[in-house]
């Protein structure tokens, strides 16, 4: 039985085994290519730059984990705006951090039965199994949970929609509407 990997748009294999004992540092650019597969994977008109850095260290406390990568990620996306479809762009700057915990297949099995805590503010933690980790992807999801989910023009005309857009003070002020019902009551037969 043949191992079928999934292809990933901005892949970028690290060997963890590599890391130098002050840490390593390393960038990425997304090529032409794998910005075109990144817009069709995010399904928007475009990914025009995608830059990383990155830096990766062993970690002392391995009650934690056994590896932490940090990244600087920049990259310029064209979107379409939610109410006229016009294209957008946007310049997203984010920092994020990950700690890979590195545990052998039968560790794994044994853990299921216990019970771990983590709280919100922490880095993310990521079981690996091998020494190889695929930090590119890890980029790419990164990058589609930093974008903007509603991105709109700013120079919109509310009157040029052919709506408008309903605000709550709007919703508030407009009046209740009478029952239509209450006619009926006055009609009814006094027996």
């Known amino acids: 039985m043949t191992d079928a990997r999934i292809e990933n748009e901005f892949s970028r294999i690290f060997n963890l ?3 130098k004992k002050n840490g390593s540092e390393v960038e990425y650019k997304a090529t032409d290519e794998e910005c075109k597969n990144l817009a069709i994977r995010f399904s928007i008109p475009k990914v025009v730059s995608l830059s990383a850095r990155c830096i990766l260290k062993k ?3 391995k009650l934690f984990g056994d590896y932490s990568l940090f990244v600087e990620m920049e ?3 064209i979107q379409q705006c939610v109410l006229t479809l016009d294209d957008v762009s946007e310049s997203i700057k984010e920092n994020f951090s990950i700690i890979f915990k590195r545990i052998s297949l039968s560790e794994e099995a044994e853990g299921l039965s216990k019970e771990i805590d983590f709280d919100a503010d922490e880095e ?3 079981i690996i ?3 190889e980790v695929d930090i590119g992807e890890y ?7 930093a974008m903007n989910p509603y991105p ?3 120079d919109i005309d509310r009157d040029k929609l052919g709506y408008a857009l309903v605000t709550e003070d709007h919703l508030n002020s407009i009046p209740e509407k009478k029952n239509p019902f ?3 009551k006055d009609l009814k037969h006094k027996t």
Request: proline share 0%.
């Open 17 to 19: 085994d590599l890391i």
């Open 59 to 61: 970690l002392e406390d």
């Open 75 to 77: 990259a310029e996306v």
């Open 124 to 126: 993310d933690i990521v």
């Open 129 to 131: 199994h091998d020494k």
């Open 139 to 145: 980029i790419a999801e990164y990058l589609s949970l």
């Open 152 to 154: 709109r023009r700013e």
């Open 182 to 184: 209450e006619v009926l």
